[in-house]
């Protein structure tokens, strides 16, 4: 939002009367929107230039100008696809670090819930792909993100465990998905154990919360999207680490389909 407000303001003034003469010009309607875009497109190059001196190669290092860059481009992101995040129950986050876990809709989940929890440090467990997007992708490596690899399960135990890490020693609250990847459907895909491992070696309490909404986020699209993003429950720390992860695994799953939203199996 900051973004989209500095470059308004700034093609506004750029294009206004003090430029065309006294008055507004004619061509003041046609000219914002386009230096509106020259903006935003040099906005994007100076981002392209930073991104070649981040240090992406040093999994879960976190840069507080990155985190400050990547949120803010997102909130940008957000007005650009007309779109209105609403939370529940945030009220039940816990202070301290947590895990969260959430159902996988579209790849725009994690970038809309790290864009909807600013006062959070968090931080997701993503597939290693999203590190390699041109511009965006060496700020969320730099933003404390991990990136995992399918078909590698050694590479995958060691980014579980570092973001355990991440959580108990730095203070970092983590997402994952549980399902592994994106539901396709409206089904809702196995879960995985991973994210209840992660929470146990962390001894950290775990965020059960839902996302509704982000596959329908279009880019300029002129009716407005709301993303849902519900907490449904809170599981202690002393229930995660008391409770086998399969049994985890299964437990939040069912709250999932508890809700109603999906396919019933």
Not at 3 to 11: D, K, N, P, W
Not at 43 to 50: G, H, K, S, V
Not at 131 to 143: L, N, R
């Amino acid at each position: 939002m900051l973004i989209h407000l500095c470059l308004c303001a700034l093609s506004l003034l750029g294009m206004s009367g003090l430029v065309f003469g006294l008055g507004i010009s004619p061509w003041f309607y046609f000219a914002t929107p386009v230096a509106y875009a020259a903006l935003a497109a040099a906005y994007l190059i100076i981002l392209l230039f930073i991104s070649f001196f981040l240090p992406t190669k040093k999994p879960g290092k976190s840069i507080p100008f990155c985190r400050f860059i990547l949120y803010h481009s997102l909130r940008w992101f957000l007005v650009l696809f007309h779109t209105r995040v609403v939370i529940e129950g945030e009220d039940k986050l816990p202070k301290e670090p947590f895990v969260l876990i959430s159902n996988h809709r579209s790849n725009l989940d994690p970038i809309v819930t790290f864009a909807a929890f600013p006062k959070r440090k968090l931080s997701f467990v993503s597939k290693v792909e999203n590190m390699k997007i041109p511009v965006a992708g060496p700020f969320i490596a730099a933003s404390g993100f991990l990136g995992i690899e399918r078909g590698k399960p050694k590479q995958s135990v060691r980014i579980i465990e570092k973001a355990a890490d991440m959580v108990k020693d730095e203070g970092f609250d983590f997402g994952i998905y549980p399902e592994g990847t994106r539901s396709k459907t409206t089904a809702l895909l196995p879960f995985k154990r991973g994210a209840y491992v992660m929470a146990q070696r962390a001894e950290a309490p775990m965020v059960v919360m839902l996302t509704e909404g982000t596959r329908d986020m279009r880019f300029l699209n002129p009716k407005r999207t709301t993303v849902r993003l519900s907490v449904l429950t809170v599981l202690p720390k002393e229930e995660v680490l008391a409770t086998d992860a399969a049994d985890l695994a299964q437990q939040t799953r069912q709250m999932f389909l508890d809700t109603g939203i999906f396919d019933k199996e």
